[in-house]
Nanobody, 131 residues
Framework: QVHLVESGGGSVQAGESLRLSCEASGNIDSTKCMGWFRQAPGKEREGVAVIYTGDGYPYYADSVKGRFTVSQDNAKHTLYLQMNSLAPEDTGMYYC????????????????????????WGQGTQVTVSS
């Protein structure tokens, strides 16, 4: 099992930036993909970015492509999500999650982010963007 702790959320104005962090501990070596998800009140949790831990290859949902950047620091066991040009529709609770499936990135590229494939989840960090 992988223990995940998110941080870096906050309240910002539209157009501003935030960087989220997710510190991992536990059975980290088993992780093949790490993902960032968000959930707005009354809406489904959606995957916004995934990174293949082996080589750092990223995937982005269309809603954040060009504005968000996912990265990892293997030495610090930390996942990041740099969010630029934030808009009110980016408001929500942001979660990081871990997937141990070896084919996780192939599946993501073909089918999009598969929430059910992620086994371990953090508690989330709130992002609020006001206009």
């Amino acid at each position: 099992q992988v223990h995940l702790v998110e941080s870096g959320g906050g309240s910002v104005q539209a157009g501003e930036s935030l960087r989220l962090s997710c510190e991992a501990s536990g059975n980290i070596d088993s992780t093949k993909c790490m993902g960032w998800f968000r959930q707005a009140p009354g809406k489904e949790r959606e995957g916004v970015a995934v990174i293949y831990t082996g080589d750092g290859y990223p995937y982005y949902a269309d809603s954040v492509k060009g504005r968000f950047t996912v990265s990892q620091d293997n030495a610090k066991h930390t996942l990041y999500l740099q969010m630029n040009s934030l808009a009110p529709e980016d408001t929500g609770m942001y979660y990081c999650a871990a997937d141990r499936t070896p084919t996780c990135m192939t599946t993501t590229l073909v089918l999009g982010v598969q929430r059910s494939a992620f086994e371990d989840w953090g508690q989330g960090t709130q992002v609020t963007v006001s206009s």
